[in-house]
C-alpha cells in the first residue's frame, strides 16, 4: 500500500472478512466503491475458501489479481500442488497422502524411511511441520492426525539441503529476489518466521526456471517459490500465493513493493491497448 501510494495511485484495503458476496460475481463487484482497477489477494489459510470465491468475483468482472482462484487453491494445499507441479515435469520429494493408521509403515517405506518430514496438509511459516525419526514418535503422531480427521502428508527428508531451502520471489514471470534461509541453530525448518536467517543468493539457470516454471503452472502471477538443493539437483518444496517481503527484501535489497506495483502498471496498461 506505501509502495502503490508513493507512485500516486489510490490504494486502499478491503478487508476479506467484511465481505459480503453475491453469487452473481457483478452485482457484488458494482457495489464496491470505488471499483478497483487491479486487486492484490493477500489472504490468510484460515479463510483460503472464502478467499477463493471472492478472487473469482473480481475475475469474473475482469478484474485483474496477482493471485489467481486456481493458484490460490491449489498453493494451500501442499499435496494438491505437488501433484499438479509433478504432473508439470517439477521435480519434487517423495510425497504420500493417506488416512489409515494401516498405511503408516508402507507410507515412510516409499518416502524413504527415517527420518521423514511430517506435515500438516495446510499451514504456512513452518507451522505443523515435523522431522520424525523413530517409530514410536511416527504412529503417536500420525494416529492422532486420522484419528481426529485432520488432512496430513508424510514427504521424503532431503538430508544434504541441511535446514536451508531457497526462496524466490517471481513478479510477472521473472524471478526479481532470491534468498538463502538458514533454519536457527536445533531446527531443520528454513523458516524466517521459525527463526531461519535469509542471505542474497544467486540462483543457478536450472533453480531460476523451476521458480518461473512452478509459478505459472500454478498461475500465480506474484508467488513465493522455495526450493531444496539434492543431490539429484533442485527440488520444489512448496509455491505460496502470499508471501511475505519483509524479509527477502531486508535480505537481498529489492524492493519488491514497487516492483509489484510496477508490474500491476504494465499489466492494466497492456489490457488498455489491447
Not at 509455491?239 to 527477502?248: D, H
Request: proline share 5%.
Amino acid at each position: 500500500m506505501e509502495a502503490g501510494r508513493e507512485i500516486g495511485h489510490i490504494v486502499y484495503p478491503l478487508p476479506s472478512l467484511e465481505q459480503c458476496l453475491n453469487v452473481d460475481s457483478a452485482a457484488y463487484v458494482a457495489g464496491l466503491h470505488p471499483k478497483p482497477d487491479a486487486v492484490i489477494p493477500r489472504i490468510g489459510v484460515a479463510l483460503s475458501g472464502f478467499g477463493q470465491c471472492l478472487i473469482t468475483a473480481f475475475e469474473e468482472a475482469d478484474i485483474f489479481c496477482t493471485t489467481s482462484s486456481f493458484g490460490l487453491l491449489h498453493s494451500r494445499d501442499k499435496f494438491l500442488a505437488g501433484q499438479v507441479l509433478a504432473g508439470g515435469g517439477i521435480q519434487v520429494p517423495k510425497t504420500m497422502a493417506f488416512a489409515s493408521v494401516s498405511n503408516i509403515d508402507p507410507a515412510i517405506r516409499a518416502v524413504g524411511g527415517y527420518p521423514f518430514i511430517l506435515k500438516k496438509l495446510k499451514g504456512t511459516q513452518g507451522e505443523a511441520v515435523y522431522l520424525i525419526n523413530d517409530v514410536d514418535k511416527a504412529h503417536k503422531k500420525i494416529g492422532k492426525y486420522i484419528r481426529k480427521r485432520k488432512p496430513f502428508l508424510v514427504q521424503e527428508f532431503i538430508k544434504e539441503s541441511n535446514g536451508s531451502d531457497l526462496r524466490c520471489f517471481v513478479v510477472g514471470g521473472k524471478v526479481i529476489a532470491a534468498m538463502r534461509r538458514t533454519a536457527a541453530k536445533g531446527d531443520f525448518r528454513a523458516n524466517i518466521h521459525a527463526g531461519g536467517k535469509g542471505e542474497n543468493i544467486e540462483l543457478s539457470p536450472e533453480e531460476r526456471d523451476m521458480a518461473i516454471n512452478a509459478a505459472a503452472i500454478l498461475n500465480l502471477p506474484i508467488a513465493g517459490v522455495d526450493i531444496l538443493q539434492s543431490h539429484q539437483g533442485p527440488m520444489l518444496l512448496e509455491v505460496n500465493s502470499s508471501p511475505g517481503l519483509q524479509g527477502i527484501e531486508k535480505a537481498t535489497k529489492v524492493d519488491i513493493a514497487s516492483k509489484i506495483i510496477r508490474y500491476i502498471e504494465d499489466q492494466l496498461l497492456r489490457r488498455e491497448n489491447g
